[in-house]
Structures are given as C-alpha cells and as structure tokens.
C-alpha cells in the first residue's frame, strides 16, 4: 500500500477520499479562526505523501541561458530574505457539491470547506529565480513546479504560474516552509511548497523538488487536462482542454458557516457567519445577507485582518446578527460577496455548470427552521 506511511490526521476533518487523502474541516471550526490551525487545514493530495528527509532534502533550480543552476538545501532556502504573509489557499473545487445537485460532475465532493488560511514564511520566488540567472524577459515564460510525490510510473505532481507572475516581488510567490510558525506539516507539502497569493490552490505545488523556466505551461496533467472551465454545453465526449486557459486567479467567493443547512435556529434572534475571499489580490468590499431567498438583503460585518490594496491575498470573516421577522417558520439564508472590482458572485449554479465542477462560486443559500 503506497499510502501506508501517510501521516495521522485529525478526526474533526470530514474525508472526502482516504487514498489520496481528501479532507476538509466542517463549516463551523472553519471559521472558528481568521488563521486555521494546521490540523484542520483542509487537504487535498492526489498522490501518496513522500517522507522526505529535511537533512538530505535539495531543492532544484534550473538555471537560465547564461545563469547557473542552484541545488539548495533546507540552509539555503533559509539564507535568503525570509517573507511571511497570510494567505487564504482555496481548491478550484471547492462548493463542488452544489454543481452534482445541478447535473453529475467528475471529481471530490468538496462542500464549503475546500479553502483555508494560513500564515506562510519562506523565501520569495523572485529572489530565488534571479540568484539563478532568470529575468523578466519579453516572450511567453512559464515557471514550472514539481513535486516530489508520484504515481506508480514515476510521473510527479506538476503545475506552472507565468514567469511575469513569479518574478514580480508585488506577488510575492513564496518558496515557504513555514506554516503558522512552524515547519510544514507533512500533509502540506514537508519540506517546501510554493505559495501563489490569489491564485487557485493547484499552482501551490507541495513537497517541491524541482523549478524549472519554460516558454510553455507545464505539461502536467493538472495544467493542461485539469483545472479548466467550460461552457455547460460542453460534455465529455465534446470536451476540448486545450480550448480553454488554465485556471489561475479565482472568481469572488463566499459561503455560510453558520447556522447549517437543515438546522433548527432558535426565534428572537439569529447569528449568521461565513468566509469571503477573491482571487489575484482584490479585496472583498461587501458582504450582503439575506433572510428571505434574496427578496431583502442586510450588509454583513466584516472581521479580520485590513487589507492591502491589490494584495488581499487572505479571506474575511464576516457576521450578521438580525432579528428574525416575527412569525417565520423557516429561513432561506443566502449571502453574496463583491470584491473591489465590482464583481459579484452568479445568483444561481446552473449558468456556471461545467463537467469538472470546478469555479463554484454561486450565492449560497442554507434552509434552516425556526423553533417555534
Ligand atoms: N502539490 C503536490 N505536489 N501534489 C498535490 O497533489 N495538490 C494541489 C496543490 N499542490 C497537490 C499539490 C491542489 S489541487 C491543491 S487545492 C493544494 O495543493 C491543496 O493544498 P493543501 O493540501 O495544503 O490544502
Ligand atoms: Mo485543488
């Protein structure tokens, strides 16, 4: 069994697959914290977890033309200028479950738990790049991240972000090995991972070995046949991957923590929490709230960290506390967030319907009773 040396997990996380792990924490410990404690991040490996030993453990930097090619070890990565910024990490499939109730998708059955914060520390991408030679240059580039984990042929986990991308230090792509202050739990990438503030959690390749400058996207399965939206007319047999772009920053998010759907709340008064996120560094600027299926809306508090402006890499919390109109049996709870480029999200999943149910960003509606 290649999965016998995976790490213990914690039993509040809800496993979505247990070969490759798959998990997420359920809605109300996900906001329980602006920071998620590391044993509750969620986690999504699609291969066995390597066991890689931190003494012995380089990291490959493929020179440029001109430049050098560096091997670092674990001192080394830590001998450049140490960066820590909070990043909120999200799966392009996270919310997948809504899309199955629309028409079957292929792919986890990720609830609203797929997305996460956390503290990351590390080296910056750009720092690492010019130590090897690379620039800015004016043709197509691509840096492409593997992985040190495999499947039984040898083929590693792959992805790749555009070189302007990875060498502007405003993006701050981090070669990071710290997480909330500690190394990198084993699930989250042991001994290094690349963090791609505002940008889906795929490109964050774990348990990195190797990096490489290329005039094309990696060849990965993940960059060129995954990770990709399409038309809601596009079926499997019509489905053409080299149509579409990859998926990199991601479309304006939220969802309800609390109260959870089907739940019995009590008459008076009622507490409503959740998360609100966009991708590429646009900050969320309003969450609105609505009792009554979207017929009247209340704007939402927004908690946790100011955000800089264009680098709003990390989520918001937000919460409502409203009456419940007199005489209610039952709620139809629905939020909306807007990001500061005025973008909202879709009020219903059948127009964003795609075959890998990825991108689910529509409102999210929870149906709760009222206790009489
Ligand atoms: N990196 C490697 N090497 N192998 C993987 O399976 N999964 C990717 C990405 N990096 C993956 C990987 C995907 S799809 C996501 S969403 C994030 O890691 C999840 O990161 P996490 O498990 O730390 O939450
Ligand atoms: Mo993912």
Redesign the pocket.
Known sequence: DPYADDPVRHPALKVNSQR?FNAEPPPELLTENYITPNPI???????PVPNLDPDTYRLHIVGAPGGQSLSLSLDDLHNFPKYEITVT?Q??GNRRSEMTQVKEVKGLEWRTG?I?TARWAGARLCDVLAQAGHQLCKTEAHVCFE???SDPTGT??G?SIPLARAMDPEAEVLLAYEMNGQPLPR???FPV?VVVPGV???R????LGRVSVQPEESYSH?QRRD?KGFSPSVDWDTVDFDSAPSIQELPVQSAITEPRDGETVESGEVTIKGYAWSGGGRAVIRVDVSLDGGLTWQVAKLDGEEQRPRKAWAWRLWQLQAPVPAGQKELNIVCKAVDDGYNVQPDTVAPIWNLRGVLSNAWHRVHVFVAP
């Open positions: 490759p991040f969620f986690t999504r490996n699609h291969l990490l799966c392009a797929a996460s992985g040190l984990d590693a986990y992805a699930d989250h990438g991972r889906v959690g795929a964050h390749v774990k348990w993940w990770y």
